[in-house]
């Protein structure tokens, strides 16, 4: 079994980040069913996609579903504490209970999750 961490910091403000968000999503879940170990973490601009994926419908309901399909699987999802706050999301994300990851000056510790035995994919 392996460990792989997407991080997504594709912003909302390209058409084509679209694309990038559903393959995120996309691959997350072929990872898990292929029987390894996943985690999400929404970094920078992509925080902001976390808060619009995460709602019940929004403009990109298909991008919903795919979200929904990640919680019912158990993938571990969360969002970088420093980037939700600068990027003005955290209340939001805070109210949908989703976890923030804030070791290394207040984002995720990429380092440690590679020593952890992550192989980490950037989108």
């Known amino acids: 079994m392996s460990k792989v961490a997407i991080i997504v910091l594709e912003g909302i403000e390209v058409k084509e980040s679209v694309a990038k968000i559903r393959h995120a999503l996309i691959y997350s879940k072929e990872i898990k069913e292929a029987g390894n170990e996943i985690m999400l973490i929404f970094d920078g601009n992509g925080t902001k ?12 309901d298909f991008l919903n579903k795919l979200f929904k399909d990640i919680k019912s699987m158990g993938i571990v999802y969360k969002a970088c504490d420093f980037c939700s706050t600068k990027k003005e999301v955290k209340d939001s994300l805070k109210s949908k209970n ?19 035995g992550y192989q980490i994919i950037v989108i």
Request: no cysteine; glycine share 6%; aromatic share 12%.
């Open 98 to 116: 989703i976890e923030f990851l804030s070791e290394y000056d207040g984002h995720p510790n990429v380092g440690k999750l590679i020593s952890e």
């Open 49 to 60: 996609w976390l808060d619009i994926i995460s709602n019940e419908t929004s403009e990109f």
